[in-house]
């Protein structure tokens, strides 16, 4: 999956790094920004493309492989350079788009036109509600150990399996919610598609799953 990420150096590191831990998919980069001393921040880090000029230029994002591009993510500190941004790659028909805004009005509007398939208001912790939106569940590390809780279609090796097999492997279920209920768990109960599971086991456990 190729991203095209809008934004200043602190967030784009901070979100290249979580993405890059993601377990199933190899991730490409490219980072559009409007500071050198971005580029040389980013560089500094990581080994991905770096284009910088004006972000309200098309030639840019064309010159940063914009129709080679699987999803955009706009979460430059400017909202206007994000509604730019997700209507440009809306116009080049990128499959994901992704605007982090601070305005709700922008925000609603950009919802409301269809215009980005996720819009994220600013917060603290918006690299990790990106993270776990394209990842499809939720990623927790406790030393060794993980747990992580999210649709099973995302899992794919999960689905249709018991309880008693996935615990013989190393996974440990500790909940399964089926059509917003949550389920009795027995040694017997099989996960499907649709449910939404909690999982705990090793990383090397978890990762064998999610691969």
């Known amino acids: 999956m190729k991203f095209l990420i809008v934004g200043n150096a602190k967030d784009v590191l901070e979100l290249v790094y979580m993405l890059k831990k993601a377990p199933r998919d190899k991730h490409e980069f490219v980072v559009l920004t409007d500071s050198q001393e971005d580029v040389e921040a980013i560089t500094r880090e990581i080994d991905v493309p770096v284009f910088s000029g004006d972000l309200f230029d098309e030639n840019l994002y064309l010159e940063a492989g914009l129709r080679e591009i699987d999803v955009v993510i706009a979460m430059h500190e400017n909202d206007m350079v994000n509604v730019f941004a997700s209507m440009l790659a809306k116009e080049y028909k ?28 600013r917060s603290n912790s918006i690299c990790e509600k990106i993270e776990n939106y394209i990842l499809g569940f939720t990623w927790n590390e406790f030393g060794d150990n993980v747990l992580i809780v999210g649709s099973a279609e995302n899992i794919p090796k999960l689905v249709e399996r018991t309880v008693k097999e996935l615990e013989s492997e190393g996974i440990k279920v500790l909940a399964i919610i089926r059509d917003n209920t949550l389920l009795e768990l027995k040694e017997d109960s099989v996960v499907k598609n649709n449910d939404i599971v909690m999982l705990f086991g090793s990383k090397g456990k978890v990762l064998e799953f999610l691969m």
Not at 105 to 120: D, H
Request: hydrophobic share 45%; aromatic share 4%; charged share 25%.
């Open 94 to 121: 990128v499959p994901k788009v992704i605007s982090v805004v601070g305005n709700k009005t922008i925000a609603k509007m950009l919802k409301g036109r269809g215009i980005t398939e996720w819009v994220v208001e």
